[in-house]
């Protein structure tokens, strides 16, 4: 069983930058792909982005394309999410997630983000 750990969120002022991590356990972490997705308060929770299992391809939402950068360091079982230029509707719990073909599993616990304005 993969357990994932969110780290990285706070409080930062519109316009600001957080990079969130995701430490995963288990020595299958480089074969997936890895995700993060957001749950806003009273909102569906929503893909944010995502990295193939060798770091090749990275794929956005459109809210956030050019602004967030997801990477990933598989020597430290390590995923990143890079968020620049945050606004007051980026504010949400942020989860890392394994993808697993279409779909994903093994979510976090998740890690705050609060964007002011």
């Known amino acids: 069983q993969v357990q994932l750990v969110e780290s990285g969120g706070g409080l930062v002022q519109a316009g600001g930058s957080l990079r969130l991590s995701c430490a995963a356990s288990?020595?299958?972490?480089?074969?997936?792909?890895m995700g993060w997705f957001r749950q806003a308060p009273g909102k569906e929770r929503e893909f944010v982005a995502r990295?193939?299992?060798?770091?090749?391809?990275?794929y956005y939402a459109e809210s956030v394309k050019g602004r967030f950068t997801i990477s990933r360091d598989n020597a430290k079982n390590t995923v990143y999410l890079q968020m620049n230029g945050l606004k007051p509707e980026d504010t949400a719990v942020y989860y890392c997630?394994?993808?697993?073909?279409?779909?994903?599993?093994?979510w976090g616990q998740g890690t705050q983000v609060t964007v002011s304005s």
């Open positions: 288990g020595r299958t972490f480089s074969n997936y792909a």
């Open positions: 997630v394994r993808g697993v073909g279409s779909t994903y599993d093994n």
């Open positions: 990295i193939s299992y060798n770091a090749i391809s990275t």
